[in-house]
Protein backbone atom coordinates (compact mmCIF):
# COMPACT_ATOMS: atom_id res chain seq x y z
CA UNK A 1 0.00 0.00 0.00
CA UNK A 2 1.72 3.39 -0.84
CA UNK A 3 2.47 6.07 1.68
CA UNK A 4 0.25 9.04 2.30
CA UNK A 5 2.50 11.88 2.79
CA UNK A 6 2.48 15.40 3.94
CA UNK A 7 4.56 18.13 4.90
CA UNK A 8 4.19 20.39 7.80
CA UNK A 9 6.15 23.89 7.24
CA UNK A 10 6.66 24.40 10.95
CA UNK A 11 7.41 28.14 11.35
CA UNK A 12 8.04 30.32 15.40
CA UNK A 13 5.02 32.84 14.47
CA UNK A 14 4.13 35.97 14.87
CA UNK A 15 1.88 38.90 15.80
CA UNK A 16 1.66 40.37 12.66
CA UNK A 17 -0.51 38.12 10.50
CA UNK A 18 1.50 39.39 7.02
CA UNK A 19 4.67 37.32 8.98
CA UNK A 20 3.67 34.21 7.83
CA UNK A 21 3.37 34.95 4.01
CA UNK A 22 6.70 33.36 2.93
CA UNK A 23 5.30 30.03 4.91
CA UNK A 24 2.38 30.22 2.61
CA UNK A 25 4.17 31.73 -0.23
CA UNK A 26 6.04 28.19 0.27
CA UNK A 27 3.43 26.25 0.69
CA UNK A 28 2.16 27.56 -3.15
CA UNK A 29 5.62 26.80 -4.64
CA UNK A 30 5.76 23.37 -3.17
CA UNK A 31 2.16 22.57 -4.52
CA UNK A 32 3.47 23.50 -7.84
CA UNK A 33 6.44 20.85 -7.94
CA UNK A 34 4.76 18.01 -6.04
CA UNK A 35 1.23 18.78 -6.43
CA UNK A 36 0.25 15.26 -5.11
CA UNK A 37 1.77 15.93 -1.60
CA UNK A 38 -0.18 17.15 1.20
CA UNK A 39 1.24 20.50 2.64
CA UNK A 40 0.11 22.39 5.83
CA UNK A 41 1.06 25.09 7.74
CA UNK A 42 2.03 25.16 11.09
CA UNK A 43 3.48 27.52 14.52
CA UNK A 44 5.06 27.21 17.56
CA UNK A 45 3.40 30.08 18.95
CA UNK A 46 0.50 33.40 18.51
CA UNK A 47 -0.12 31.81 15.27
CA UNK A 48 -2.49 28.67 14.67
CA UNK A 49 -2.07 25.62 14.04
CA UNK A 50 0.08 24.05 16.24
CA UNK A 51 2.26 21.71 15.74
CA UNK A 52 0.42 19.59 17.48
CA UNK A 53 -3.38 20.09 15.75
CA UNK A 54 -1.57 19.65 12.52
CA UNK A 55 -0.04 16.53 12.66
CA UNK A 56 -3.34 15.46 14.62
CA UNK A 57 -5.31 16.34 11.63
CA UNK A 58 -3.48 14.83 8.84
CA UNK A 59 -2.98 11.43 11.11
CA UNK A 60 -6.86 11.62 11.65
CA UNK A 61 -6.99 11.75 7.92
CA UNK A 62 -4.94 8.86 7.00
CA UNK A 63 -1.64 10.40 6.51
CA UNK A 64 1.00 7.72 7.29
CA UNK A 65 4.08 9.51 7.10
CA UNK A 66 4.79 13.31 8.06
CA UNK A 67 7.83 15.67 7.50
CA UNK A 68 7.93 18.44 9.71
CA UNK A 69 10.22 21.12 8.27
CA UNK A 70 11.36 23.83 10.14
CA UNK A 71 10.93 27.70 8.66
CA UNK A 72 13.82 28.80 10.48
CA UNK A 73 17.25 30.62 10.08
CA UNK A 74 19.33 27.97 12.06
CA UNK A 75 18.79 24.62 14.21
CA UNK A 76 18.58 26.66 17.74
CA UNK A 77 17.47 25.90 21.16
CA UNK A 78 13.69 25.34 20.30
CA UNK A 79 14.44 22.86 17.46
CA UNK A 80 17.35 21.25 19.49
CA UNK A 81 15.11 20.58 22.38
CA UNK A 82 11.23 21.54 22.31
CA UNK A 83 9.79 20.54 18.96
CA UNK A 84 11.71 16.64 19.43
CA UNK A 85 9.34 16.71 22.65
CA UNK A 86 6.47 17.20 20.83
CA UNK A 87 7.49 15.08 17.71
CA UNK A 88 8.03 11.99 20.59
CA UNK A 89 4.53 13.18 21.88
CA UNK A 90 3.12 12.88 18.24
CA UNK A 91 4.10 9.47 17.69
CA UNK A 92 3.13 7.89 20.65
CA UNK A 93 -0.58 9.61 20.01
CA UNK A 94 -0.37 8.05 16.28
CA UNK A 95 1.59 4.97 16.17
CA UNK A 96 0.54 4.25 12.96
CA UNK A 97 2.04 7.62 11.39
CA UNK A 98 5.65 8.08 10.35
CA UNK A 99 6.68 11.48 11.99
CA UNK A 100 10.14 13.46 11.12
CA UNK A 101 12.02 16.47 11.47
CA UNK A 102 13.88 18.07 8.72
CA UNK A 103 16.70 20.52 9.49
CA UNK A 104 16.06 24.09 9.68
CA UNK A 105 15.72 25.44 6.42
CA UNK A 106 18.40 28.08 6.89
CA UNK A 107 20.63 24.99 7.07
CA UNK A 108 20.21 23.95 3.82
CA UNK A 109 22.94 24.72 1.23
CA UNK A 110 20.54 25.60 -1.53
CA UNK A 111 18.87 28.39 1.02
CA UNK A 112 22.14 29.71 2.11
CA UNK A 113 23.49 30.10 -1.93
CA UNK A 114 19.54 31.94 -2.36
CA UNK A 115 20.11 34.06 0.43
CA UNK A 116 23.79 34.91 -0.33
CA UNK A 117 23.04 35.81 -3.82
CA UNK A 118 19.55 38.08 -2.64
CA UNK A 119 22.19 39.77 0.05
CA UNK A 120 24.43 40.33 -3.29
CA UNK A 121 21.27 42.01 -5.43
CA UNK A 122 20.28 43.74 -2.41
CA UNK A 123 23.63 45.87 -2.19
CA UNK A 124 24.27 46.14 -5.99
CA UNK A 125 20.37 47.62 -6.27
CA UNK A 126 21.71 51.04 -4.39
CA UNK A 127 24.30 51.56 -6.81
CA UNK B 1 35.08 58.77 -5.93
CA UNK B 2 33.77 55.55 -5.87
CA UNK B 3 31.96 53.97 -3.08
CA UNK B 4 33.58 51.78 -0.45
CA UNK B 5 30.42 49.52 -0.10
CA UNK B 6 29.29 46.94 2.84
CA UNK B 7 26.47 44.22 3.34
CA UNK B 8 25.60 43.77 6.78
CA UNK B 9 24.05 40.46 7.22
CA UNK B 10 21.66 41.27 10.31
CA UNK B 11 20.16 38.10 12.57
CA UNK B 12 17.85 37.84 15.68
CA UNK B 13 20.70 36.29 17.70
CA UNK B 14 20.16 32.55 20.21
CA UNK B 15 22.13 31.75 22.81
CA UNK B 16 23.60 28.74 21.29
CA UNK B 17 26.66 29.31 19.44
CA UNK B 18 25.83 27.21 16.25
CA UNK B 19 22.97 29.08 15.40
CA UNK B 20 24.51 32.02 13.82
CA UNK B 21 26.06 29.34 11.71
CA UNK B 22 23.95 29.72 8.47
CA UNK B 23 24.91 33.41 8.38
CA UNK B 24 28.51 32.57 8.42
CA UNK B 25 28.22 30.34 5.97
CA UNK B 26 26.23 32.75 3.49
CA UNK B 27 29.00 35.62 4.75
CA UNK B 28 31.30 32.52 2.62
CA UNK B 29 29.12 32.69 0.09
CA UNK B 30 29.27 35.97 -0.70
CA UNK B 31 32.54 36.56 0.02
CA UNK B 32 33.05 34.06 -3.07
CA UNK B 33 30.52 35.75 -5.11
CA UNK B 34 31.96 39.18 -4.87
CA UNK B 35 35.48 39.32 -3.07
CA UNK B 36 35.68 42.97 -2.78
CA UNK B 37 32.69 43.57 -1.12
CA UNK B 38 32.83 44.06 2.48
CA UNK B 39 30.58 41.66 4.69
CA UNK B 40 29.78 42.23 8.10
CA UNK B 41 27.42 39.67 10.59
CA UNK B 42 25.44 41.63 13.50
CA UNK B 43 22.72 40.52 16.11
CA UNK B 44 19.24 42.19 17.69
CA UNK B 45 20.28 40.25 20.72
CA UNK B 46 21.83 37.87 22.38
CA UNK B 47 25.41 37.67 20.35
CA UNK B 48 27.73 40.32 19.30
CA UNK B 49 28.12 43.02 17.93
CA UNK B 50 24.84 44.65 17.80
CA UNK B 51 23.55 46.40 14.64
CA UNK B 52 25.03 49.43 15.95
CA UNK B 53 28.42 48.41 17.04
CA UNK B 54 28.66 46.75 13.49
CA UNK B 55 27.82 50.25 10.98
CA UNK B 56 30.46 52.25 13.48
CA UNK B 57 32.66 49.99 13.12
CA UNK B 58 32.15 50.32 9.52
CA UNK B 59 31.87 53.85 9.03
CA UNK B 60 34.69 54.38 11.05
CA UNK B 61 36.59 52.53 8.38
CA UNK B 62 35.60 54.70 5.68
CA UNK B 63 32.73 52.73 4.25
CA UNK B 64 30.29 55.12 2.61
CA UNK B 65 27.19 52.91 1.42
CA UNK B 66 25.88 50.27 4.05
CA UNK B 67 22.93 47.62 2.75
CA UNK B 68 21.55 46.07 6.05
CA UNK B 69 19.96 42.73 5.12
CA UNK B 70 18.07 41.15 7.61
CA UNK B 71 18.44 36.83 8.22
CA UNK B 72 14.73 36.60 9.12
CA UNK B 73 11.75 34.52 7.33
CA UNK B 74 9.65 37.08 7.28
CA UNK B 75 9.51 40.89 7.46
CA UNK B 76 7.71 41.16 10.92
CA UNK B 77 7.52 43.30 14.13
CA UNK B 78 11.31 43.50 15.11
CA UNK B 79 11.98 44.59 11.23
CA UNK B 80 9.31 46.94 10.80
CA UNK B 81 9.25 48.87 14.12
CA UNK B 82 12.87 48.09 15.96
CA UNK B 83 15.07 48.03 13.27
CA UNK B 84 14.24 51.15 11.24
CA UNK B 85 14.64 53.41 14.92
CA UNK B 86 18.39 51.61 15.15
CA UNK B 87 18.96 52.52 11.36
CA UNK B 88 17.71 56.37 11.53
CA UNK B 89 19.81 56.57 14.80
CA UNK B 90 23.26 55.20 12.71
CA UNK B 91 22.24 57.32 9.90
CA UNK B 92 22.36 60.41 11.92
CA UNK B 93 25.87 59.08 13.32
CA UNK B 94 27.29 58.90 10.22
CA UNK B 95 25.87 61.22 7.83
CA UNK B 96 28.49 60.70 5.58
CA UNK B 97 27.34 56.85 5.22
CA UNK B 98 24.28 55.69 3.11
CA UNK B 99 22.24 53.20 5.38
CA UNK B 100 19.84 50.90 3.80
CA UNK B 101 17.78 48.07 4.80
CA UNK B 102 16.46 45.77 2.58
CA UNK B 103 13.40 43.40 3.02
CA UNK B 104 13.94 40.11 5.18
CA UNK B 105 15.39 37.01 3.34
CA UNK B 106 12.76 34.60 3.54
CA UNK B 107 10.59 37.67 1.43
CA UNK B 108 12.43 37.29 -1.64
CA UNK B 109 11.51 35.29 -4.47
CA UNK B 110 14.59 33.17 -4.83
CA UNK B 111 14.55 32.11 -1.41
CA UNK B 112 11.10 30.91 -1.30
CA UNK B 113 11.85 29.08 -4.61
CA UNK B 114 15.36 27.14 -2.57
CA UNK B 115 12.94 26.22 0.58
CA UNK B 116 10.51 24.70 -1.05
CA UNK B 117 12.91 22.75 -2.71
CA UNK B 118 14.43 21.77 0.16
CA UNK B 119 11.03 20.91 1.92
CA UNK B 120 10.31 18.46 -1.20
CA UNK B 121 13.81 16.86 -0.65
CA UNK B 122 12.98 16.30 2.71
CA UNK B 123 9.77 14.73 2.05
CA UNK B 124 11.38 12.35 -0.67
CA UNK B 125 14.16 11.43 2.03
CA UNK B 126 11.83 9.31 3.91
CA UNK B 127 10.93 7.28 1.04
Redesign the interface.
Known amino acids: MS ?1 R ?1 A ?1 V ?1 F ?2 G ?3 P ?6 E ?2 RE ?2 RK ?2 PE ?1 R ?1 ELAFLELMRPTLEEAIDTLAGQGVT ?1 I ?1 V ?1 P ?7 HL ?1 RDVPVLIEAARRRHPGC ?1 I ?1 Q ?1 L ?5 E ?11 R ?2 Q ?3
Open positions: EKVLGHARDEWARPMRTALQALVRTVMFLAHGGKGDAAVGEAGVVTAMAEYALSAAGE
